[in-house]
């Protein structure tokens, strides 16, 4: 299921602020060598988590799911002037990948990044986070959910990509595989969440937004 159209997609980029050179480069280096590279925020989330950010002004960001770099790069430039942001990635391979580009957009001193699994990761991180972005594997988005809830400040924002999952949400549950299941199971853990407000909201492949009421 492609939404919205290819035609749309192209329309919003063509009247939205570009990309700059470096996540250009980045964009192309990840189509071209890494593996999936659907995976990548691009333009046109990229634009909206950078302006989301920029309208928040955190202190502390949480991404949990690196990939290549992109959407860490792109929430960081909306930092608070001491800001930070911790990235966690479980791929070792993408290290000098992110390392390099996070060095080109000048954010060596604003992102930290760890290598290694982010269930065990996230406890050791001694950080009250203004947002959190869940980009990672989706059979434990609950999960990831879960653990960062209590360190999220009242006010907070939980973002989660991919929670449309291609359209494969509107499957009948019997016909939906592992992944589909836990997306569709995490959408329902958010809206019976009473302790937030959300609002789903289906740019690229969709994200929940979620703020913490308590």
């Not at 996070?102 to 947002?131: Q, Y």
């Not at 569709?184 to 302790?195: A, G, S, T, V």
Request: negative net charge.
């Amino acid at each position: 299921m492609e939404f919205p159209s290819e035609e749309i997609n192209n329309y919003s980029r063509q009247f939205s602020s570009p990309e700059p050179k470096f996540l250009e480069d980045l964009n192309r280096e990840t189509n071209a060598k890494i593996l999936m590279p659907r995976m990548l925020s691009g333009h046109l989330q990229g634009r909206a988590l950078s302006m989301l950010c920029h309208m928040i002004r955190p202190e502390r960001i949480l991404e949990i799911g690196t990939y290549t770099g992109y959407s860490a790069i792109c929430m960081a430039e909306g930092l608070s002037e001491n800001g930070i942001l911790h990235t966690i990635e479980v791929n070792d391979e993408l290290k000098s990948m992110i390392i390099k580009y996070v060095s080109d957009a000048g954010l060596t001193g604003k992102i930290k990044l760890h290598i290694g699994n982010a269930l065990d990761i996230i406890p050791e991180l001694n950080e009250v986070f203004d947002l959190v972005f869940i980009d990672a594997d989706k059979i434990n988005y609950s999960k990831y959910y879960s653990l960062v809830f209590p360190n999220v400040r009242s006010g907070g924002f939980i973002i989660a990509d991919n929670v449309l999952w291609s359209g494969k949400v509107l499957a009948m549950q019997k016909d939906m595989d592992k992944d589909t299941l836990a997306i569709h199971e995490f959408n329902r853990l958010i809206q019976n969440d009473e302790r937030v407000e959300n609002v789903l909201v289906p740019v690229r492949d969709g994200l929940m937004i979620a703020r913490k009421l308590t």
